[in-house]
C-alpha cells in the first residue's frame, strides 16, 4: 500500500490542491479535547468560516476508520465534538490508530505530518506544545517541537503554551533551527496574554512578508517549520499575573491526581476555565479564530 491509500482528502480540498490555491490545515485536538461540547463543534466551524472568509481553504485533519481524513464536512466535525473516547493522536499513536481503525483528534504534530503529505503549507492552531515546567526532572518534551524540526509546514500560533516553560521551548526551537518571528510586537506572546517577557527572537509585521521568509527558507533546502508567534487580539488577553496564578493552581492539582503524559495539557486547559469562569474558554475562541485569519492572509500571501 502507498501513503496515499492512508488519505481521504474531502472535495473541497482536493479541488484546492488541484488549481495550486490557498490552503491552511486546521487540527483537531481542539474539538475532542480542547473544549466543551457544544463551544467545541461551533468553533470549528466558526475557525473554518474565518479561513473561507479571509480567501483560503480549509483543511481540518483528524483520522477515522483507518484514514488521515484531511477536511472534514459538517457531520464529521459533529462526530469528533460529541464522540467519547477519541484518541488525541501525537505522532508516536498515529500508526497504532490508524491500524486499529479508531477515532483520532490529531494534535500540532500529526496535523502537520499529514498536511505535508499532501502539500499543504501553513496550519494554524491556538499554542503549540513545549518543554513542560519542570522538565528537567520528567523530560517532557512535546512531539510539535521535533516535528517542527523535521517538516515544512508553517505554525501560525498564539504564542507557547503558558502552561508550559516559554523560556525553554524558546532555547529548544533555537536549538533544532526553527525560526521563531513575532507578527506586529516585539515580546513573544504567551496564548492568554500578549506578553511573556521573552523577546521575539524575530518580529515580521505583514502576512506578505512571512510568505517571503517561509518561501525563502524552504527554497533554500532548508527543512522544517517556522514558527509564527501572533498575539491574542488586546480586548480578549488576560493579564499575565492573573492568569498565572491559575496555572500554578493547576500544576499543583495535577501533580495532586498524578496526571500525566498526554492527559496534561487537556487537565490543564480545563481546570483553568473552570477557574476563570469561562474568561479563559473565550480568550482561547478568540485567538484562534484570530490565528486563522493571519494564517489565511499569509497562505492567500504565499500563493499569489
Known amino acids: 500500500m502507498s501513503q496515499n491509500d492512508f488519505i481521504i482528502i474531502h472535495p473541497e480540498v482536493q479541488y484546492a490542491l488541484d488549481n495550486n490555491l490557498p490552503i491552511v490545515a486546521l487540527e483537531s485536538t481542539i474539538i475532542s479535547h480542547g473544549m466543551p461540547y457544544p463551544q467545541n463543534v461551533a468553533t470549528a466551524k466558526l475557525v473554518e468560516d474565518e479561513v473561507r472568509k479571509c480567501g483560503a481553504v480549509p483543511a481540518t485533519i483528524a483520522i477515522k476508520d483507518g484514514k488521515c481524513l484531511v477536511g472534514l464536512s459538517s457531520d464529521d466535525i459533529e462526530y469528533f465534538g460529541q464522540t467519547k473516547d477519541v484518541w488525541k493522536v501525537s505522532l508516536r499513536d498515529m500508526p497504532f490508530v490508524i491500524s486499529k481503525k479508531l477515532p483520532g483528534a490529531t494534535t500540532v504534530a500529526a496535523t502537520m505530518r499529514i498536511a505535508s503529505m499532501v502539500g499543504i503549507k501553513i496550519f494554524a492552531t491556538g499554542g503549540i506544545g513545549g518543554v513542560h515546567r519542570g522538565a528537567e526532572t520528567t523530560m517532557d518534551i512535546s512531539a510539535d517541537l521535533t516535528e517542527m524540526a523535521n517538516t515544512n509546514v508553517a505554525v501560525v500560533a498564539a504564542g507557547v503554551k503558558s502552561i508550559l516553560d516559554i523560556g525553554l521551548t524558546l532555547e529548544y526551537l533555537e536549538t533544532i533551527g526553527v525560526p521563531v518571528v513575532t507578527y506586529g510586537q516585539d515580546e513573544f506572546p504567551s496564548f492568554y496574554s500578549s506578553k511573556s517577557g521573552f523577546k521575539s527572537p524575530l518580529r515580521l509585521d505583514t502576512p506578505e512578508s512571512m510568505a517571503l521568509l517561509m518561501k525563502s527558507k524552504w527554497d533554500i533546502g532548508i527543512n522544517g517549520a517556522v ?15 492573573s492568569i498565572e496564578k491559575h496555572i500554578k493552581n493547576a500544576l499543583n492539582e495535577a501533580a ?49
Open 256 to 304: 495532586k491526581l498524578n496526571v500525566k503524559g498526554k492527559e496534561v495539557t487537556p487537565f490543564l486547559l480545563k481546570f483553568i476555565s473552570e477557574n476563570t469562569k469561562g474568561e479563559s474558554l473565550e480568550a482561547n475562541i478568540a485567538l484562534i479564530k484570530n490565528n486563522a485569519r493571519l494564517a489565511s492572509a499569509i497562505a492567500v500571501a504565499l500563493y499569489s
Open 227 to 241: 514558527l509564527i508567534a501572533n498575539p491574542i487580539p488586546k480586548e480578549f488577553e488576560i493579564e499575565q499575573n
